[in-house]
């Protein structure tokens, strides 16, 4: 089992960057594929970004490429996801998710673990 802790959220201005961190505890984060979802009001929940295990391959939306970098750190069980070019339609709760197996696609009915959740708020 994982737990998982988000930070980093805030206001920017459409433009800006943020750069969010996912703290987990438990056992063996290295094994787990990490992710991140986001939400808007009234909105699916939607994948962002994610990446696998081990070498660290990394997977994006098409909504999201180019401007945001995920990465992670197995010595300090931490993955984190770099925003930058914001746009307001960014504007979401974010969080961090934990799945022990990938197929090849990302969804969020596939997420085993998921933290509480950042406000990620873009301003025009």
């Known amino acids: 089992q994982v737990q998982l802790v988000e930070s980093g959220g805030g206001l920017v201005q459409a433009g800006g960057s943020l750069r969010l961190s996912c703290a987990a505890s438990?056992?063996?984060?290295?094994?787990?594929?990490m992710s991140w979802f986001r939400q808007a009001p009234g909105k699916e929940r939607e994948f962002v970004a994610g990446i696998s295990r081990y070498l660290g391959n990394t997977y994006y939306a098409d909504s999201v490429k180019g401007r945001f970098t995920t990465s992670r750190d197995n010595a300090k069980n931490a993955v984190y996801l770099e925003m930058n070019s914001l746009k307001p339609e960014d504007t979401a709760v974010y969080y961090c998710a934990a799945q022990r197996s990938f197929s090849g696609r990302w969804h969020y009915s596939l997420v085993e673990y998921w933290g509480q959740g950042t406000q990620v708020t873009v301003s025009s």
């Open positions: 438990g056992n063996a984060f290295s094994t787990y594929y």
